[in-house]
C-alpha cells in the first residue's frame, strides 16, 4: 500500500452521520485513485448500533472510523445552543486520533456536499503556523453594518469584516494544530459567552493574522444561496444554519441537493435509521423561516440581490486565493 501524508478528517455525532458518511463517500472517489488522501471520520457520542452502521460504510472502502471520548467542559462554561453540535469542539483534539504520519489534513464539517474537483484543496500545503479558510458570510459590506455582528468581531479582536471566517472547511499541517489547536480550546473555556459560535469563534480569534485565504468555492455556505444565485459553479456546498436538504423538502435546496442522501440510503438501507427528518410540523417551521428570510433579503429590496451578485464577482475577481 502506497503511503501518503494527507488526511482528510470529519468529526461527527449522531445528528449528523448520515451526511458525514455522504460526504466521505464523495470525498473517496476524488482521492482513491489515484491514491493521495487517507479519509478518517471521528465518532463522538454516537450509539453502538449507529458505530456499526458507520462501520459496515467505512471499511469496504478503506475509510478509517475512529471512537473519540466526549469533551467534558466544567459548569463555568457555556456552550451557545443552536443547530451546531457539542462535537463541533472535536475537531480541535483530531491529531489525538489519527497517525502521525499524516503530516497534511484537511478538515471538513460533515454538512456540506462535494459538487466539484477538491483535488487543488487535499494537494494544497499550508505554510506552517497557518490554517487555510474561506471567509463567511462577513465580507459582504451589508452584513458588517448590522450592529450585533460588528460588535461580535470588534470583541474578538477583528477590525476588518474580511478577516472572519467560516471553520467549516480547513487545512493546515498537523504541527500547526498540535501547537495552536489547544490555545483555541483554551481561549474558548475563557471566553466561551463571547465565543457565540463555539471553535469558530475562537479559531478566528487566535488565527487573525496567520491565515491563507480560501476561495468561496470550496465553502460555499448557504447565505450564499439565501441571498440570491450568484452564477457559480461551488466545489463545496456547506449547507450552514437550521435547513438542511436531508431533513427538510423546501428551499432554497433543490433536487440536486437532496438526491445524494436519498440515494445513499438506497443504496445502504441498514442506514435508513440515520436520516432524522423533520417532523411536518418542523417543516412547515422552517418553510416560514425561509420565507420570511428572503423577503428581508431579497423581496423587500430586490436591488440587493443584484449589489451581492457583482460583490462575489468582484471579490472573486480581485482576491488572490491561495486555493481558487
Known amino acids: 500500500m502506497t503511503l501518503v501524508d494527507r488526511a482528510v478528517v470529519f468529526v461527527s455525532d449522531s445528528k449528523f452521520l448520515l451526511p458525514t458518511l455522504v460526504a466521505a463517500s464523495q470525498v473517496d472517489v476524488q482521492v482513491r485513485s489515484p491514491r493521495i488522501a487517507d479519509i478518517f471520520i471521528i465518532l463522538m457520542a454516537v450509539s453502538e448500533k449507529e458505530r456499526a452502521i458507520v462501520r459496515r460504510f467505512a471499511e469496504p472502502l478503506g475509510i478509517t472510523a475512529v471512537d473519540a471520548p466526549d469533551i467534558v467542559l466544567n459548569e463555568s462554561v457555556q456552550f451557545n445552543r443552536t443547530h451546531v453540535p457539542f462535537a463541533t469542539l472535536g475537531r480541535l483534539f483530531l491529531c489525538n486520533y489519527i497517525p502521525a504520519t499524516y503530516e497534511n489534513i484537511v478538515y471538513l464539517d460533515g454538512d456540506i456536499r462535494i459538487a466539484g474537483d477538491i483535488t487543488p484543496l487535499v494537494k494544497h500545503t499550508v505554510r506552517p503556523d497557518y490554517i487555510l479558510a474561506a471567509n463567511d458570510k462577513h465580507w459582504n459590506p451589508a452584513v458588517w453594518l448590522l450592529g450585533k455582528h460588528r460588535r461580535y468581531l470588534r470583541d474578538l479582536g477583528l477590525a476588518d469584516p474580511q478577516n472572519y471566517f467560516n471553520a467549516g472547511v480547513l487545512a493546515f499541517k498537523r504541527a500547526t494544530w498540535e501547537e495552536w489547536a489547544p490555545k483555541v480550546f483554551a481561549y474558548f473555556v475563557a471566553n466561551s459567552k463571547l465565543a457565540q459560535f463555539h471553535d469558530q469563534s475562537a479559531l478566528n480569534h487566535v ?86 428570510h428572503q423577503f428581508l433579503l431579497c423581496d423587500l429590496l430586490p436591488i440587493l ?7 462575489m464577482r468582484r471579490y472573486l475577481k480581485r482576491h488572490n486565493f491561495a486555493v481558487g
Open 305 to 311: 440581490p443584484v449589489l451581492r451578485r457583482k460583490r
Open 207 to 292: 488565527f487573525m493574522n496567520r491565515r491563507e485565504v480560501l476561495s468561496p468555492l470550496y465553502n460555499y455556505i448557504s447565505p450564499y444561496k439565501l441571498a440570491g444565485e450568484f452564477g457559480l459553479e461551488p466545489r463545496i456546498i456547506h449547507y450552514t444554519g437550521g435547513l438542511k436538504p436531508w431533513q427538510y423538502d423546501g428551499p432554497p435546496w433543490s433536487e440536486a441537493d437532496r438526491r445524494p442522501y436519498h440515494e445513499f440510503l438506497s443504496a445502504h438501507p441498514y442506514a435508513a435509521s440515520l436520516e432524522a427528518r423533520k417532523s411536518a410540523h418542523e417543516q412547515a417551521a422552517m418553510m416560514a423561516f425561509y420565507r420570511r
